[in-house]
Each structure stands twice: as C-alpha cells, then as structure tokens.
C-alpha cells in the first residue's frame, strides 16, 4: 500500500467540515493555526498544490481528532474573501458596453484608499498640514510641495482652519507578461502631505484601481478616429467615476487623524506618468509630429528644437476649453473629448502633468545622446570606445559593460545611470572636445536635478547648465536626428522644468521609480497566481488577501514588543569610573580603531543622550558594552573586535527627524553611519539603552 504525502487522505474532519454555508459576518480566522497557513500561503505566493500539500503533511502527522485547517487551500481563500474589513474592500463597475462586451473598472473607493494612509501612524509621524514659506540660506526655496507656488494659493482659496489635503496620481499601462500579450492599466494615489522620502515606501501609496482597456472588432475600427474618441472618453469617465466622491461636497470633507477631526479640502495637486500618459490626461494628442506637440504650451513642432524663445504661450482650461467648445481643437492638438479636470479647482492640468526625469532625461534624452555619439563616430572610433568600456576594472555599485554597447534599447534606468559615470572618460579624445564637453554639461545639469532642496539660485544655475547642454547638443547632433531635434521632451525640459519646481517643488518628488516598482506587487505576481481569465477580479482578490494578512502580522507585531536582546558582552564598568577605564583601554593591543574612537566620543555622545531624557545625576550608573544586540525587527546589530575571526561594526541607515533634516546631508531623509559601540546603562530607577553611532567625520548624529 502506497502511503505517499500526495495520496494520503486524513480520516479526521477538517474545521470547514463544521462551517456552515451561511451569510454570518466574518472578520476573523477561526483560529491561529488556520491563519498561520493562509499567512503561509499569501507571504509566499504559494499556488493550491502547494498548500494542499501542506495540509496534507499537517493532518498526517497532528494525530488530530478534527483539523483546524481548512479542507484545501482553494477553501481557505474563499473564507477570506468572505472576511468583511470595510477598509479593504473593492468593487466593479461597469463604465462601458461596447460591441456587445461589458467593460468594468475594478477599484477600491478613493476615501478607502485614503484613510488606509491617513491610519499609517508611521506616516503620521512625519505629516504635512501647512504651507511654509521656506527660506535656506537667506534665499526662497523648494523643498517639499508645501514649499512651493501651488499650495500657497491653494491654501489661499480655503477656509483658513482647513487643511489641502494634496492628491498625487499615478498611472500606467504595463505588460502582464514577458511576452507581452496581456496588459493592465493600474492607477495609484498617494498625498503629497507626505514627504518624499517617506512617501517613497510602498505603504504610502494604495492602488486605487484598474482602468478598463478597450479592444476593436478589427484593425479597420483600431485606427479609426471614433474608436479613438471612445478610447479617450472612457479613460476621463474612469477618472471622473474614481474620483468625483472626494469632491461631491464643496465644502470639504471630514478625515480622523489620531483621535482628532481635520477638516480638508481635497486638492489633486500632480499627475505622474510617461509623456504618452500625460498626453491621455490633458487630452493633446500624443503623437510627437502633431502640430503642436508639447502638451504644456502652444509650441510648433517646428519650433522644438529653438533654446531662445521667448514668447512661449501655455496651455490652460480657458484656452483649451474655448477652442473644445468652438469645435477648433485641431488646429492646437487637442482630442474632442471634455476633460474631466476642466471642473476641478486649484488645477490646470496641463502643468500638473509634470515632466518625469526617468523619461525625460534616463531613458530620454540621454540614451538619444548616446545613439546620436554611435551616428557621428566613425567605426573605428566606436570599435576604440566599446574597448574602454570593456576595459573598465570592476567597482562596487558600477555596472560592467563587458563587450560593447550594442542594445542600447535594452538597457535599464540603472545602467544609463552607470554609464554617465564613465561616458566622459570613454569618449575622450575620440572626436573633438566638444564631444567630451556635451557629456560633461550633462552630468553637471543631472546633478543639479537630483537636489534636494532648490534657492532661486540654485535654479538659476540650473537653468543656465540646461541651456548650456542644450546648445552644445544641438551642435554636435543636428544633422544625426532623423526628426531634427524635434523631441517634444527636449523642448519642455528647456522650458518648463524649472518652472514645474517653483510650483510644485524639486523634481526628486515626482519621479516615476518609485511608483513603476508597485507594478510588481499590484500587477505580475498577482497576475502570476491567477487562471487568466477575469483577471482584474482575480488580482484584487490576490492583493486584498495580501492587505489582510499583512494587517494581521501587524497587528501581532504591536500585541507582542520584543525588546533588545543584547548578546556578547565584552566590557562592564561604572559611569564613575568611565574616564579612567577608557584610558586603559587606549593601550589595549586587542582594540580596533572603530572601538577606540567610540570610547573616545562615548561620553559626548552620553551627555546629549541624557539631556535628551532630563537626566541631572547618574553617578550610580552602571556600563555595559555588547558585542551585538537583536533589535526588535529581529535585525542583528553588531560592534565588535572580532565575529568569525574578523571585526564587525555595522552599517546603519537612520530616518532624520525633520527638525534635524538640513543639519546633515542626506539622501531623501536617510543618514547613513557606522555603529562603534553598543551600550546598556542600568540606572538606579530603570535602564537605559543607547547605541551611539557617528557620521564618517565622527560627528555624534
């Protein structure tokens, strides 16, 4: 008799066994270890085969009169969608019936979606209620939105007890697959109350929804002009279905943050995406040799490629809408469809869709700089610089171009990004030095994007290093470009970047990275763990059981603290006697130099910390140094000698308070430092814990 896993079948009753099917609310498990298996299954994207195996193996071996698990997996995915949590709901709607075919937008309601990151307590920490005039250095500046030129007259245009609270949204059709035979068109919001480096997490931002996409019969009704007017009228009846709840009262609407009732006023502040995507929310038409191809301004297509124009006309909803309503909108690119955003306040949509730097410049720009240095290179030059790039010894952190670059379509964000390390240095000398010079202007230009903070200065210089690419690239490039340097995203990066970060702030808070890694959560995997068939449905499903289980590990978290455990002790001293215990240790032949520094700047270090606190005496106090110490994220912190023979003294990254942020230089918010000691100090009335750790200039952070 065969008794294989596969084959065996329990004699015990499972727990489904005794569930009735009935409409009784559920919003629990039925017990923990039917909730630690659809943990399991959901944290692993484990398909049913897999997880029946699991049930298999546990009834098997429990010796259990009746199972707590349910009967097979499929079951078990079924009771959680049954589970009824309001805040993770989602729903479908049918927005459209076209040859025959209903077409759904399948979505989570937008004031869900926002009070699920208004009931982030982490993002609250961190919150933005109110505009800021900000000034460093003496100078105007733009840092976070509230900094900018939007929210000071959006703010201006509400009671002055309410908050704006500001609406980011994100969208993007995206392949299902490596073949790319399938896609979606998720859309994403986030707020722009949070700031960029925290809003660069996946929690701060919640998929709202699934556009639908649209097919035709045939090719013929494809590239017809009404198909493409349906195309377009669906996608801004989706926006105004998703949307139109935050603004059905014009007087604001009521959110709970931390046991207290804020009064907002919601506001769609920016609009992320790709320039085709852009060109969908402003209604211009996306082709590039359109007669006006810039979906900020009037600007000819002819005209793209002039850096000295001085009478720039900008779109906005007066002069769009007069020429919708006077039927001329082709003489200005524009599609005859109403936009959705003509009615909504504080908004012009046609600069709210701000430029992305990823597509501008990343995959942009600078790949057709390195495209158009291929054209004007002879062979034997190209050949010379494939052999420096192949030449380039390894370094950390730096992409190694082993051969040559022939598949420049193919390369990611980062790799363009490693090749401006290098591409000055590999095109040296080839041709003329202008050549060299363009690539120069380039990285000078990219780095001062990449600012943090922008004074009026700041961009003037910035403007000015744009131009001075901008010329020089035109010089050497002209005659390569198949359309004549007429790139709508050459033309708009010239002329309204700069003016984009006045309004709405430095351009690090409206780059597209962060938001094109959601596509993984909200759209391949899932997509992955589906049939294939009523995807859009399957995916929520997928993500919704995600958002439960994530929820419930959550909540454990917060039921049971692990406090520090500290492992390895390796001194022990009173605070009295600290003076004369370091000095000893100075002749210590056993002590690396991390160690040393941090007896040297330990007791500093101390004195803040117990200022911090209000700690007037500690005299009685008694040190302890560790080796390591668990945090309670179950991470392992280390600052010692010697771990397998070598020392070990970890690197961290610490999230800077932002009363604390223009002290340091940091990246997005985050200081990195080295850990030199680990230290518990037991007082006489409790105990003390600190790591004192030190920025590369061992300045105590």
């Known amino acids: 008799m065969s008794n294989t896993l596969e084959e065996f079948e329990p004699k015990s009753l499972t727990l489904q066994d005794n569930i009735e099917e009935s409409e009784v609310e559920i919003k629990e498990f039925p017990n923990e270890a039917y909730a630690d298996l659809m943990t399991l299954v959901t944290k692993h994207n484990l398909n049913n085969k897999a997880g029946n195996s699991i049930i298999k193996f546990f009834n ?12 097979n997996i499929e079951t078990g995915r079924k009771f959680m969608d049954k589970m009824n949590i309001s805040q993770l709901s989602y729903s479908k709607h049918c927005i459209l019936v076209h040859n025959n075919r209903e077409y759904f937008i399948n979505y989570r309601p937008i004031k869900i979606c926002i009070e699920i990151l208004l009931s982030n307590s982490e993002i609250l920490q961190h919150f933005i209620f109110k505009y800021e005039n900000k000034k460093h250095q003496g100078e105007k500046s733009y840092a976070e939105q509230n900094s900018g030129n939007w929210w000071k007259y959006a703010k201006a245009s509400i009671p002055s007890s309410a908050c704006i609270l500001t609406l980011i949204l994100y969208s993007d059709a995206t392949t299902t697959d490596t073949l790319g035979k399938s896609s979606l068109h998720p859309i994403y919001i986030s707020l722009r109350n949070i700031p960029t480096w925290r809003r660069n997490k996946e929690d701060a931002k919640q998929l709202l929804g699934y556009f639908p996409i649209l097919f035709a019969k045939n090719e013929k009704e494809k590239t017809s002009p009404e198909f493409k007017k349906l195309v377009r009228e669906t996608f801004h009846k989706s926006l105004k279905f998703l949307s139109d709840p935050l603004f059905e009262n014009e007087n604001g609407i009521d959110y709970n943050i931390n046991n207290r009732i804020i009064w907002f006023f919601p506001k769609i502040s920016t609009i992320i995406g790709n320039w085709p995507e852009a060109c969908t929310y402003s209604l211009t038409y996306k082709s590039t040799s359109s007669n006006f191809p810039c979906h900020f301004c009037l600007v000819q297509k002819n005209d793209l490629i002039d850096t000295m124009q001085d009478q720039i006309i900008l779109r906005n909803h007066e002069n769009m809408m007069e020429h919708f309503n006077n039927n001329t909108g082709h003489s200005v690119s524009l599609e005859p469809v109403e936009n959705y955003f003509w009615n909504i306040s504080n908004l012009n949509i046609y600069a709210a869709t701000v ?32 052999e420096r790039i192949g030449a380039i010894p390894r370094y950390p952190g730096l992409k190694i171009f082993s051969k040559e670059l022939q598949l420049i379509a193919r390369l990611t964000v980062s790799e363009h990004r490693d090749l401006m390390k290098v591409m000055v240095f590999v095109v040296d000398g080839l041709l003329s030095n202008d050549l060299s010079e363009v690539y120069v202007k380039w990285n000078e230009m990219y780095i001062l994007s990449r600012l943090e903070i922008f004074k009026e200065s700041d961009l003037e210089k910035f403007q000015k290093a744009i131009n001075e690419w901008a010329d020089l690239f035109v010089i050497l490039f002209r005659k390569k470009s198949d359309s004549k340097m007429k790139f709508p995203k050459f033309h708009s990066w010239i002329f309204h970047i700069v003016d984009t970060i006045r309004e709405y702030r430095a351009i690090n808070g409206y780059t597209t990275e962060t938001y094109e890694s959601l596509h993984k959560s909200y759209v391949k995997t899932p997509y992955r763990l589906s049939n294939k068939k009523g995807i859009e449905e399957q995916i929520m499903k997928t993500i919704r059981r995600k958002a439960i289980i994530k929820r419930r590990v959550t909540e454990e978290l917060h039921k049971t603290p692990t406090a520090l455990i500290y492992t390895s002790k390796l001194f022990e001293f009173k605070l009295l006697e600290a003076s004369i215990f370091f000095e000893q240790q100075k002749k210590n032949p056993d002590l690396t130099e991390n160690m040393i520094k941090g007896f040297a700047k330990f007791l500093e270090c101390l004195d803040l910390f117990f200022d911090m606190l209000d700690i007037i005496s500690a005299e009685d106090c008694r040190i302890k140094i560790f080796g390591s110490v668990t945090l309670k994220n179950i991470n392992i912190l280390r600052a010692t000698n010697k771990f397998q023979n070598r ?37 006489i009335e409790e105990i003390v814990h600190i790591v004192p750790c030190f920025d590369t200039k061992m300045n105590i952070l």
Do not use: V
């Open 60 to 71: 098997r071996h429990s010796d259990l009169s009746q199972s707590p698990l349910p009967k």
């Open 355 to 386: 430029p992305d730097r990823m597509y501008h410049l990343d995959l942009g720009l600078y790949h057709y700089q390195i495209e158009f240095t291929k054209g004007i290179l002879g062979r034997s030059s190209i050949d010379k610089m494939n």
């Open 647 to 683: 020392p070990w003294f970890s690197n961290i990254a610490i999230a800077m308070d932002d009363a604390e942020l223009f002290e340091y230089q940091s990246d997005n918010g985050t200081c990195y430092a080295q850990t030199l000691l680990i230290t518990e100090i037991e007082a």
